[in-house]
Nanobody
Framework: VQLQASGGGLVQAGGSLRLSCAAS????????MGWFRQAPGKEREFVAA????????YYTDSVKGRFTASRDNAKNAVYLQMNSLKPEDTAVYYC??????????????WGQGTLVTVSS
């Protein structure tokens, strides 16, 4: 499956952005999706995940209550709504996919990143 993330940009602290990830090549609903980010000088970290149906979502503690993952299987897309952004949210954000029934923490497919910059 091919993934392409978009929607990044420059926003002031407290603002919002909505990231999108478009998928192609395979049956999208066969995949669980994840969002990750990598800040300058830091390792990539998990941000959020959403099950194949969208019925289950998971978030890292630092974004709980501020970020919301969703998906539209009819549009082959997954989204990350980011509210109350903080400067520490500045990073390149990546979407990723893995088979829906995979129990592994690893993702098999990755999109190119989209840069989110939050100014103070």
């Amino acid at each position: 499956v091919q993934l392409q993330a978009s929607g990044g940009g420059l926003v002031q602290a407290g603002g919002s952005l909505r990231l999108s990830c478009a998928a192609s090549g395979r049956t999208f609903s066969n995949y669980a999706m994840g969002w990750f980010r990598q800040a300058p000088g830091k390792e990539r970290e998990f941000v959020a995940a959403i099950s194949w149906s969208g019925g289950s979502t998971y978030y890292t503690d630092s974004v709980k209550g501020r970020f919301t993952a969703s998906r539209d299987n009819a549009k082959n897309a997954v989204y990350l709504q980011m509210n109350s952004l903080k400067p520490e949210d500045t990073a390149v954000y990546y979407c990723a996919a893995k088979p829906a029934r995979s129990t592994s923490l690893n993702y098999d497919y990755w999109g190119q990143g989209t840069l989110v910059t939050v100014s103070s």
